[in-house]
């Protein structure tokens, strides 16, 4: 299977399903929901899953400076790389922060550029929950869970609340 097979494959298996089907733009539901009891459900059945001894780690998005700053604004960013086996990669991010719900509505779309091959565009629609980090780390606990550690990036760097958007957080039973 190519690299461009792939990436589609991965992407549609990514794509939120969820039993209430697609909104009516045609986008997956929103994950996880901003309703407080249905995440606490949620991390309720994570916790009663766990092994005693075992651990949940979250990827999750908080709104950072520049999207709280800019509610309702459409935020496009975009990055460009070559690829031996893809060509040209071309990612798009367009982000708009909804403070009122507690939401950001993302789209990333992948255009594939490769020499000598038909070109091919993939996209996939996110709504996301965009609690700020305390939020978070209160309804975690209130699911029966301790928090062991919190970074802002993938580099594990101290997470800066109100700065940061990325929060990852491995978390224990308690």
């Known amino acids: 299977m190519g690299i461009a097979a792939m990436l589609r494959d991965a992407m549609l298996r990514i794509a939120p399903q969820h039993e209430g089907g697609e909104d009516e733009q045609g986008r997956g539901k929103t994950w996880p929901s901003t309703n407080c009891a249905s995440t606490a459900a949620c991390l309720a059945g994570c916790r009663d899953a766990l092994k005693d001894d ?15 700053q800019q509610p309702g604004k ?6 460009m790389f070559d690829d031996p086996q893809l060509g040209r990669v071309i990612r798009e991010t367009l982000r708009i922060y909804r403070p009122e719900l507690q939401l950001l509505e993302l789209e990333e779309r992948f255009r594939l550029r490769p020499v000598g091959s038909p070109r091919e565009d993939f996209s996939q629609h996110l709504t996301l929950c965009a609690w700020p980090a305390e939020r978070w780390f209160e309804t975690l606990t209130d699911s029966g869970f301790a928090i062991d550690s919190c970074h802002g990036s993938f580099t594990l760097a101290t997470f800066v609340s109100g700065h940061d958007s990325i929060l990852l957080v491995a978390a224990r039973r308690r």
């Open 54 to 68: 075992g651990q949940l780690l979250l990827h999750l998005f908080v709104p950072g400076r520049q999207l709280v």
């Open 74 to 79: 459409k935020l496009f960013q975009f990055r």
